[in-house]
């Protein structure tokens, strides 16, 4: 069985930075697309970040230029790091991983195949 952990939420004040990390078996990690999404209470799950196998990032628009999604394959550990936090970051955020993703598509949930239990993430003052 896949398992994906993440670690690195935390409670921050606005303007403050946090680095999510994700353990990935390595297979995973160079065979996958890898992705963040966040659920707020009440809301539905969205995506965040991905990057593919060729290592072309991407993001929504609500995270563009504050965050910054990498893999580091020594580790086997997948990377958000989030900058200039703002009040509506705050969220529970969540590592997957699909075989298939791209510009068209990377923000469907169901594209991907393994999902971690989720790291929570609070901006406030």
């Known amino acids: 069985q896949v398992r994906l952990a993440e670690s690195g939420g935390g409670s921050v004040q606005p303007g403050r930075s946090l680095r999510l990390s994700c353990a990935v078996p390595?297979?995973?990690?160079?065979?996958?697309?890898m992705a963040w999404f966040r659920q707020a209470p009440g809301k539905a799950r969205e995506a965040v970040a991905a990057?593919?196998?060729?290592?072309?990032?991407l993001y929504s628009d609500s995270v563009k230029d504050r965050f910054t999604i990498s893999k580091d394959f020594p580790e086997s550990v997948h990377y958000l790091q989030m900058n200039n936090l703002k009040f509506e970051d705050t969220a529970m955020y969540y590592c997957?991983?699909?075989?298939?993703?791209?510009?068209?598509?990377?923000?469907?949930?169901?594209?991907?195949?393994?999902w971690g239990q989720g790291t929570q993430v609070t901006v406030s003052s």
């Open positions: 990057i593919d196998l060729r290592g072309s990032q």
């Open positions: 390595d297979y995973i990690l160079s065979g996958y697309c």
């Open positions: 997957a991983a699909g075989q298939y993703c791209s510009r068209d598509y990377w923000e469907l949930v169901r594209i991907y195949d393994y």
